[in-house]
């Protein structure tokens, strides 16, 4: 079965711009370090990090989303890598400072396990120091869920955003958690 987002990325931009929230997040950190954007789509969010100083890899099964990225970070010359591969099986090596999720989670039933999986997996591979970047559509059943799994993995980790962003081209309201994986005491 072909992908589905080969066929609505023929149309340019199709998640439109970053939201607010994560411009401003990303803008005012101190450090312009390694982002892993899993589940990149476009690049409309790594590009955006590659054009404001941070060095960013991102990941998807996407080949059209890829191919697109790296046309826009070669011609912008930006240090910016599209992977083709499955995020679910990435290794979050000590290269990536941040992990950055953007509309990847929604927890329906379907995909609730290999979901919680994933994050599970993301929490125990980062580097101690490391951000996980979670943005997803506002709801309080889906967010209660993201924070449960991220407790549950029994990792130690401080909060350091937990609000709303707006996404005007879609009309909607986004959720921001944005956390640091701590040293185990
Ligand atoms: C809702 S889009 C979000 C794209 C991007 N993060 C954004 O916000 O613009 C979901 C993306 O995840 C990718 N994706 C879904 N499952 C994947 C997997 N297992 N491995 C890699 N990419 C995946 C899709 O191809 C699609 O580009």
Redesign the pocket.
């Known amino acids: 079965m072909s992908?589905p987002?080969n066929r609505h990325y023929r149309k340019e931009s199709y998640?439109g711009q970053p939201y607010p929230g994560l411009v401003d997040f990303f803008e005012s950190y101190p450090e312009r370090n390694v982002v892993l954007?899993?589940?990149?789509?476009?690049g409309?969010?790594a590009l955006f990090l590659g054009g404001i100083g941070y060095r960013v890899v991102g990941?998807?099964?996407?080949d059209v989303?890829i191919e697109q990225l790296n046309k826009a970070a070669k011609q912008e010359k930006l240090q910016v890598e599209g992977v083709v591969?499955?995020?679910?099986s990435f290794d979050i090596t000590n290269e990536y400072d941040i992990v950055l999720l953007?509309?990847?989670f929604h927890f329906y039933k379907n995909d609730v396990e290999k979901e919680t999986r994933l994050l599970r997996r993301i929490m125990e591979e980062i580097k101690p120091g490391g951000l996980v970047c979670n943005?997803m559509q506002k709801g309080n059943e889906r967010e209660e869920k993201l924070k449960s799994i991220i407790k549950e993995s029994g990792v130690p980790f401080e909060i350091l955003l937990d609000g709303y962003t707006d996404y005007p081209e879609f009309d909607a309201e986004f959720h921001m958690y944005i956390i640091r994986k701590l040293k185990q005491e």
């Open positions: 992908n987002y998640f954007d899993l589940g990149c789509g476009q409309r969010d990941v998807d099964i996407s989303g591969a499955d995020i679910s953007d509309s990847m943005f």
